[in-house]
């Protein structure tokens, strides 16, 4: 391929370590396994990865290649409820707090039985004037988003549904996270319906 740019020395004596190509992809391949490991390490103790039997060391290979690392400061919004689901997340480091908006008062001592129905009906609109209450304190090894990996599960279509909570930085977070479909059409059937076992029960509780 040609070169993209032009360098151009700005000032006399300039000097430059030069890194001949084989020896630079060498030492890009070195650096690109040890990535490798850390990252099917660090998989190793997410809760949908932890059975070897169900997880292929070349579905995580695939994975790895699509996967994306951010670090969020603290009281940042990562996910919105109500945003269209798209990824699956891992929290490396730091925490975040799991809420969703509060229905006609629920969590703030009101019995259900004495909630007005047409209160609760009216939840959707009235959605962005509701308190929040908390869902779950999330730290490392903990996941979020997995709204989106049941949604591609199901064959939904547009997106499917809504992410049912927010998800803010407790403190300074760092994160990776993997498409959903990535992260499906990679894995085998055995991993997908565990998966979907697994996530389906934890929603339950939500």
């Known amino acids: 391929f040609p070169r993209y740019a032009t360098i151009t020395a700005t000032s006399d004596g300039a000097e430059l370590a030069v890194l001949e190509r ?30 070897k039997e169900l997880v292929a060391k070349e579905a995580l290979e695939k994975i790895f290649c699509d996967v994306w690392q951010v670090t969020f400061p603290k009281g940042k919004v990562i996910v919105k409820q109500g945003d269209p689901p798209g990824a699956l997340y891992m929290i490396v480091s730091g925490g975040c707090r799991m809420s969703r908006t509060n229905p006609a008062g629920w969590g703030k001592g009101t019995p259900k039985e004495k909630i007005d129905p047409g209160a609760v009906q009216a939840e959707e609109a009235a959605k962005a004037l509701l308190p929040h209450f908390k869902v779950a ?50 894995m085998g059937t055995k991993w997908v319906r565990a998966a979907r076992e697994m996530m389906e029960a934890r929603y339950q509780r939500y």
């Not at 890009?28 to 099917?40: A, E, G, P, V």
């Not at 279509?157 to 059409?185: D, F, H, M, Q």
């Open 22 to 51: 084989t020896a630079y992809h060498r030492v890009l391949r070195s650096i690109q396994q040890r990535m490798l490991k850390k990252f099917t390490t660090f998989l190793s103790k997410i809760d949908p990865f932890v059975n």
């Open 137 to 186: 304190d999330l730290g490392p090894h903990d996941y979020f988003g997995d709204w989106a990996v049941l949604k591609v599960l199901e064959g939904s279509k547009k997106g499917g549904a809504p992410e049912p909570c927010t998800v803010v930085a407790t403190s300074r977070c760092e994160v990776v996270y993997v498409p959903a479909t990535s992260l499906i059409k990679q």
